[in-house]
């Protein structure tokens, strides 16, 4: 082969070679998660057990008590870990984003079907997720001028992930005691409930609530969610 | 040489769009179709209904006395571990009927948002659940009538709960067509709020 079209060959080649690389590059940029952290300024912190029944929350402008957080509570008796709905079959979680509702299963029988409140501020990924850890309350805070947010204290979350939303990103379904809108967005993207129906789910997911703070393991995997649909708004 | 790459380049960008186009259409298997809105508590009958507060510390009974002429509703408050309290009640013409929404609580149970609906108009108004009037002339705060008053051009489509403690949350639509605007009704002041963001 002549010098001079081995040459040639050889520049067609590089710049193929660049140009699969950025398409591949774009690729991974355009599928990869690119939701943002759940709580922007506490998504780390978040994920741990935080309890602070002296602080004051903050949304929407507003300051609101806290509900306490008695971490006794766990150890009562009266909590039946992992209960059961007299279902027989695997326990999954559907959120529908469309209608707003969430809706336990057990094999074929409904263990609770209740309105939520997802993403209105933050997008609430769809897909299908792991509990990976629940945590009887933490910190969650947030956003920026009228839309900042400080609520300790958040009672009974159960954080969900994938292999597109990392566990660090924060997402969780969770009690929420500073709104009452419930069946409508109202979150930053995480699943909000109402607190008897966050508290009742937190006692029937896996991995088994039965300290404070509780991981998913191989021999007590996470409940499996499917958040589908989109919200109206 | 240089067909062998252009190939493998061509070959490989084919996949990667294909990849991208399977990625974003793919979405999880739907489950049932379910409930397309928060249920309503009313009573058909003579009877009592109870709801629960989103926190499990009170309870709200309606209780209903249906009549030939007029059904007379009353509402009362239990706290939790606490004695029962009436802190409403009104009587309303055969055909008018008084229901609790979903989200009838206020975050800290000091407020109960109810609807009262007849086959001419939808009305909510907000009690407090410590039985007493907003002033001596106001038992209730009545949200619909003033809202309507004041904002002529819109029609309220839906009252859907509570968005912060005293903060109630308005949905509507505008009377010469189309999506109107959300607002918060302030319960302490009995004023209306026009937001940005829609509910």
Same mark, same amino acid.
């Given at each position: 082969?002549?010098?001079?079209?081995?040459?040639?060959s050889a520049g067609f080649g590089f710049t193929a070679i660049l140009l699969f690389v950025l398409v591949a590059v774009s690729f991974f940029a355009f599928t990869s998660t690119r939701t943002p952290c759940a709580?922007?300024?506490?998504c780390?912190?978040?994920?741990?057990? =935080?309890?602070?029944?002296?602080?004051?929350?903050?949304? /929407? /402008?507003?300051?609101?008590?806290?509900?306490?957080?008695?971490?006794?509570?766990?150890?009562?008796?009266?909590?039946?870990?992992?209960?059961?709905?007299?279902?027989?079959?695997?326990?999954?979680?559907?959120?529908?984003l /469309?209608?707003?509702?969430?809706?336990?299963?057990?094999?074929?029988?409904?263990?609770?079907?209740?309105?939520?409140?997802?993403g209105?501020?933050g997008k609430t990924p769809t897909g299908d997720f792991k509990?990976w850890?629940?945590?009887?309350?933490?910190?969650?805070? /947030?956003?920026?001028?009228?839309?900042?947010?400080?609520?300790?204290?958040?009672?009974?979350?159960?954080?969900f992930s994938n292999d597109k939303v990392a566990p660090g990103r924060g997402f969780?379904?969770?009690?929420?005691?500073?709104?009452?809108?419930?069946?409508?967005?109202?979150?930053?993207g995480?699943?909000?409930?109402?607190?008897?129906?966050?508290?009742?789910?937190?006692?029937?997911?896996?991995?088994?609530?039965? =300290?404070?703070?509780?991981?998913?393991?191989?021999?007590?995997?996470?409940?499996?969610i499917t958040i589908y649909g989109e919200?109206?708004? | 040489m240089a067909n062998l790459l252009t190939k493998i380049f061509v070959a490989a960008s084919g996949l990667v769009l294909v990849a991208i186009a399977v990625l974003q259409v793919r979405e999880p298997i739907?489950?049932?179709? +379910?409930?397309?809105?928060?249920?309503?508590?009313? #009573?058909?009958?003579?009877?009592?209904?109870?709801?629960?507060?989103?926190?499990?510390?009170?309870?709200?009974?309606?209780?209903?006395?249906?009549?030939? #002429? $007029?059904?007379? !509703?009353?509402?009362?408050?239990?706290? &939790?571990?606490?004695?029962?309290?009436?802190? !409403? &009640?009104?009587?309303?013409? #055969?055909?008018? #009927? +008084?229901?609790?929404?979903?989200?009838?609580?206020?975050?800290?149970? &000091?407020?109960?948002?109810?609807?009262?609906?007849?086959?001419?108009?939808?009305?909510?108004?907000?009690?407090?659940?410590?039985?007493?009037?907003?002033?001596?002339?106001?038992?209730?705060?009545? +949200?619909?009538?003033?809202?309507?008053?004041?904002?002529?051009? !819109?029609?309220?489509?839906?009252?859907?709960?509570?968005?912060?403690?005293?903060?109630?949350?308005?949905?509507?639509?505008?009377?010469?067509?189309?999506?109107?605007?959300?607002?918060?009704?302030?319960?302490?002041?009995?004023?209306?709020? $026009?937001?940005?963001?829609?509910?």
């Open positions: 082969m002549p010098k001079a079209k081995r040459a040639h709580n922007s300024l506490s780390k912190e978040s994920l741990q057990l =935080r309890i602070e029944n002296d602080q004051v929350a903050t949304f /929407g /402008g507003q300051t609101i008590t806290p509900p306490k957080v008695d971490l006794s509570e766990a150890d009562s008796p009266k909590k039946v870990l992992a209960e059961t709905s007299g279902g027989d079959g695997e326990k999954h979680i559907y959120v529908d /469309g209608t707003q509702t969430l809706t336990a299963y057990e094999g074929e029988t409904v263990f609770m079907q209740t309105p939520i409140s997802s209105k501020w509990i850890e629940t945590l009887r309350a933490t910190k969650m805070s /947030g956003g920026s001028g009228n839309d900042y947010y400080y609520l300790p204290n958040v009672p009974y979350v159960m954080f969780a379904l969770h009690g929420a005691y500073w709104h009452n809108n419930f069946g409508h967005t109202m979150s930053h995480c699943v909000n409930m109402r607190i008897v129906d966050a508290e009742k789910l937190y006692y029937w997911v896996h991995p088994v609530a039965e =300290r404070n703070v509780n991981v998913a393991t191989k021999d007590d995997p996470g409940t499996l919200s109206s708004n | 739907n489950p049932v179709r +379910i409930i397309p809105s928060p249920p309503v508590v009313m #009573a058909e009958a003579s009877g009592t209904v109870t709801v629960g507060s989103p926190d499990g510390k009170s309870n709200l009974t309606m209780k209903t006395e249906k009549g030939e #002429a $007029q059904d007379i !509703y009353t509402f009362f408050i239990q706290e &939790k571990d606490g004695v029962e309290s009436e802190i !409403y &009640k009104k009587n309303v013409p #055969a055909g008018t #009927a +008084i229901s609790i929404p979903f989200n009838t609580f206020s975050p800290d149970n &000091k407020y109960l948002l109810l609807k009262e609906a007849s086959s001419a108009s939808v009305i909510y108004f907000v009690v407090s659940t410590n039985g007493k009037p907003f002033s001596e002339d106001l038992p209730v705060a009545e +949200i619909t009538t003033p809202f309507l008053l004041k904002y002529e051009k !819109y029609n309220i489509t839906d009252v859907t709960g509570w968005g912060g403690l005293n903060l109630v949350v308005i949905n509507t639509d505008k009377k010469a067509g189309g999506t109107g605007p959300s607002f918060w009704f302030d319960v302490s002041s009995r004023s209306f709020i $026009q937001l940005s963001t829609r509910f």
